[in-house]
């Protein structure tokens, strides 16, 4: 995903969730280009859990996985895309609490 963020997430508070739209197609098939996911900046970082995570100045989102040694990737779930290896959790921005579905205009079907 790539994010349009300011420095600061926005005008949001510091601690608040926010809302961000999936850009591409790294996360398919679980999160479609366009779907709205709600990060939380406080929350929860566990195994296999969904991050926005800062690389190379970029925000991006991934599923971050670590092995018994403690090293941490952040891995796209579409296999075009390769997994990033990082140094530590420092980078990590929130962890992903929610999943809107498809954007309202994609949905409308009038006859």
């Not at 996911?37 to 296999?48: K, M, Q, S």
């Not at 579905?101 to 949905?107: D, H, K, L």
Request: proline share 5%; glycine share 10%; aromatic share 10%.
């Amino acid at each position: 995903m790539q994010s349009e963020m300011g420095g600061d997430g926005g005008s949001c508070a510091a601690g608040e969730p926010f809302a961000l739209q999936v850009l591409g197609d790294d996360m398919e098939p679980e999160f479609e280009h366009g779907v709205i996911i709600v990060v939380d900046p406080e929350g929860v970082v566990e195994n296999g859990c969904f991050v926005v995570a800062v690389v190379n100045e970029e925000y991006i989102f991934r599923q971050l996985v670590w092995d018994e040694a403690k090293r941490y990737f952040l891995k796209p779930l579409n296999d075009a895309y390769e997994t990033v290896a990082i140094p530590n959790l420092q980078g990590v921005k929130g962890v992903v609490v929610q999943k809107a579905g498809r954007r309202r205009s994609e949905r409308k079907h009038y006859v």
